[in-house]
């Protein structure tokens, strides 16, 4: 998906791990006014596209099934929201210098299973 020449790019890739470029697809996260970038099932789609977990055929692909299936594509979109958030949490408390909690470990066992 190319980007237009006047456009920058939505979403930075500086967390060096892809777990990590995923926890930043909210900007300002820890802010009172965090803003998030994956507001519709497309977006996540094309991040995934240009993270480099998906072909352009395969993003075609789920975007067809999602036309066909939308509700089932948002469902898809919040799951991956709730992971990303359990994501950020882990990863801000050990950025804290602190242990993760167990919810915070239990949150994303249930999540990745």
């Known amino acids: 998906m190319a ?3 006047t456009s920058a ?11 990590l470029d995923f926890a930043n697809t909210v900007d300002w996260h820890a802010s009172d006014r965090p803003e998030e970038l994956l507001t519709s099932y ?7 596209q240009r993270a480099g977990i998906l072909t352009e055929e395969q993003a075609q692909s789920l975007l067809r ?10 469902a ?7 992971l990303r958030e359990v994501i950020y949490e882990v990863f801000a408390a050990i950025a804290h210098g602190r ?5 915070e470990l239990n949150r994303l066992n249930a999540a990745l299973s």
Request: hydrophobic fraction near 40%; glycine fraction near 10%; charge should be negative.
């Open 76 to 82: 898809v979109l919040k799951q991956a929201i709730v």
């Open 42 to 48: 497309g977006e996540f789609v094309e991040w995934s």
């Open 9 to 19: 790019p939505r979403w930075g890739f500086l967390g060096g791990h892809l777990c």
């Open 65 to 74: 099934q999602a036309a066909e299936r939308p509700d089932a594509a948002e």
């Open 3 to 5: 980007e237009s020449a």
């Open 99 to 103: 242990s993760p909690q167990d919810a």
